[in-house]
């Protein structure tokens, strides 16, 4: 099969063709990102300000970073197609780009442990580990500026460089190990939340479900980019896993926002009374905009003349805050109230 250029003996489809590729998928990404926020902030008049303001951010960061992806492609695959100089150095591009890739992972993942802070049951431990994914998505971050800061202030510095191996591998493992942890932790808390109401009880097992694709589809990602880094020095195919990843950051964020009104209609959407032999009820408003959940289910021992409680805010995931409504020793009410996310 022919070579779309050939120079001094030189493959440029091959060399370029990770390139294209990551471009080919940054432009699909973003597409569905430009749809997704539309949707988003189209329904957003009675959200929380700080979500809004995230998602505003989130989106101009990843218009940053197409906008650059797409001044690389112009400036490689145009400006300096069929010179092999550009294959040895980092185009200043590039680094600018990791930079705000960097930003853009560690927004998703300090919003996601915002998500986890009102699941999380009270206790040192929860807190402890909530903490251990702050400081892991921090260091990834510092992993991440230092390597772009290499790539940017040393364009010559060799593929297998040591100081680009280290904060490149540190980078993309921490980033790693912070999306297994909170996406355990998400999934961990959610399960626990469940108080026996069937409405409720789905609700949650489809966000865990949600949760746990996300978690995977990064994780997958996050890994493969690794993989592909150490082990091709040429045709660099990481690069194509790096302009995916950010894509798959933004969209899975908005994926989760504009995912609330689907689940809050499909599972609680219909007023509807259950009643069982402990007597448990559940009201739905069917309100659009917005719910405000109150779930509880109370325990008492009767040996030691004190009861259990569990209070669980899950916040911006889907808008249900979970607290004791009512403490008897058979009865279990659940409460859905219309309010803003």
């Known amino acids: 099969m022919p070579t779309l250029f050939v120079r001094d003996g030189e493959d440029m489809a091959t060399k370029l063709g990770p390139l294209f ?15 997704q926020a539309f949707n988003y902030f189209r329904n957003s ?8 303001l995230t998602a505003a951010l989130m989106m101009a960061l990843d218009t940053t970073s197409s906008s650059l992806i797409i001044a690389i492609i112009w400036e490689e695959l145009v400006v300096r197609f069929g010179s092999l100089e550009q294959f040895s150095k980092t185009n200043p591009l590039v680094a600018i780009e990791c930079y705000i890739a960097m930003c853009i992972t560690l927004l ?6 915002y998500q986890l802070y009102h699941v999380k049951p ?18 990834a971050w510092a992993f991440g500026l ?108 908005f994926a989760l926002l504009s995912s609330r009104r689907d689940l809050r209609e499909k599972h609680l959407h219909d007023s509807a009374v259950y009643s069982d032999s ?37 916040g911006m995931v889907f808008s249900p805050n979970l607290s ?7 009865k279990m009410e659940v409460e859905v109230e219309a309010g803003a996310c």
């Not at 471009?23 to 973003?30: A, D, P, R, T």
């Open 45 to 52: 008049a009675k959200e929380r300000r700080v979500v809004k």
């Open 146 to 253: 230092a390597c772009a800061s290499i790539m940017l202030l040393h364009p010559s510095t060799p593929h297998y460089n040591h100081k680009l191996q280290i904060t490149f591998g540190g980078s993309k493992g921490a980033n790693t190990l912070t999306d297994i942890v909170a996406t355990a932790m998400m999934i961990k808390y959610l399960k626990d939340a469940r108080t026996g109401v069937a409405a409720t009880t789905n609700l949650l097992e489809a966000l865990c479900t949600l949760f746990m694709n996300r978690g995977l589809l990064v994780t997958i990602i996050q890994a493969l980019t690794f993989v592909l880094f150490f082990g091709f020095e040429s045709p660099q195919y990481w690069i194509t896993g790096h302009f995916l990843l950010t894509k798959v950051y933004v969209n899975t964020f």
């Open 122 to 139: 009270g206790g040192r431990y929860p807190t402890l580990a909530l903490y251990s994914i702050i400081a892991l998505s921090l260091i």
């Open 278 to 314: 402990n007597h448990s009820t559940f009201a739905s408003s069917g309100d659009k905009s917005g719910l405000s959940f109150k779930a509880s289910q109370a325990k008492n021992d009767s040996r030691a003349g004190t009861g259990s409680t569990m209070s669980i805010e899950t």
């Open 21 to 35: 590729w990551g471009f080919i998928f940054n432009v699909l990404c973003f597409g569905m990102s430009l749809l």
């Open 324 to 330: 004791i409504v009512k403490q008897t020793e058979t």
């Open 108 to 113: 998703a993942q300090l919003f996601f442990v």
